[in-house]
């Protein structure tokens, strides 16, 4: 038996026939930037007279993967209902089925969302608040205007670095708390055990960046509340 041979690079011209075959579906603004990369590339080489056997095999390439990406496209939309007439709107219609499919990191958030905050500082919140009132109140009923506010005063580098260490120790725990209560039946492809295993082994691999992932979230979770206030 002879060996396989490997299948022979496609010429020239058969690349520029793809890509012609390409413009004419309307494919070149699948990716325009990238299209215009392969088709001014497939020029210089045409303008030659020996191509460089490298850079068509870089052509061939590219050019092939830009026809598996945009094939992948068309093939998600198709399963989904939508219209692939028109390859220029097929990123746009990706995109938008991502923002509409719920983040693998949704439950994560759900169960850190509900873990309970430090309760202490709660309570200590809600009486200041009640005092404060009771006081407004009082002051009104007998004709009295409340004081003026303290002026602000610079904060203490030592009580900020325990404010700061605080949080970080509250952060900590909520997400520990959420990583619990991951479902015990969840099977090996459940979205909850996927992102809490993720958590855990970056929690083993860097405590640093997980705080920093866990600020973060909490950025995103405060700019969710203040959205649904407008």
């Known amino acids: 038996m002879h060996p396989d041979h ?6 020239l011209g058969a690349l520029l026939e793809r890509l012609t ?23 210089r080489l045409a303008a030659l007279p020996e191509p460089p056997i490298s850079t068509q095999g870089k052509l061939a390439s590219q050019l092939s993967e830009y026809e598996d990406a945009l094939n992948q496209a068309r093939e998600t939309l198709q399963r989904a ?13 990706l995109r938008r089925r991502q923002t509409a499919n719920p983040s693998p990191f949704a439950p994560l958030q759900q169960a850190y969302r509900a873990a309970p905050a430090d309760e202490d500082a709660q309570e ?4 200041a608040s009640m005092l404060k009132q009771q006081e407004t109140q009082v002051l009104a009923d007998n004709g009295a205007s409340p004081p003026p506010p303290p002026p602000r005063q610079r904060e203490l580098s030592a009580l900020r670095q325990l404010r700061s260490q605080r949080q970080a120790h509250q952060a900590r725990q909520r997400i ?4 619990t209560q991951t479902p015990s039946d969840a099977g090996p492809l459940n979205s909850h055990r996927l992102v809490t295993r993720s958590i855990e082994t970056l929690r083993e691999l860097s405590p640093a960046y997980l705080e920093h992932f866990v600020n973060y979230l909490d950025t995103l979770m405060s700019l969710e509340k203040l959205a649904r206030k407008r």
């Open 6 to 11: 490997a299948a022979p690079s496609p010429t």
């Open 21 to 43: 075959a390409l413009r004419e579906q309307g494919a070149e603004y699948f990716e325009p930037v990238q299209f215009h990369y392969l088709a001014s590339l497939a020029q």
């Open 81 to 93: 209902g939508e219209p692939t007439d028109n390859p220029g709107q097929f990123r746009s219609l």
């Open 124 to 127: 200590h919140n809600a009486l």
């Open 176 to 179: 520990d708390d959420a990583i």
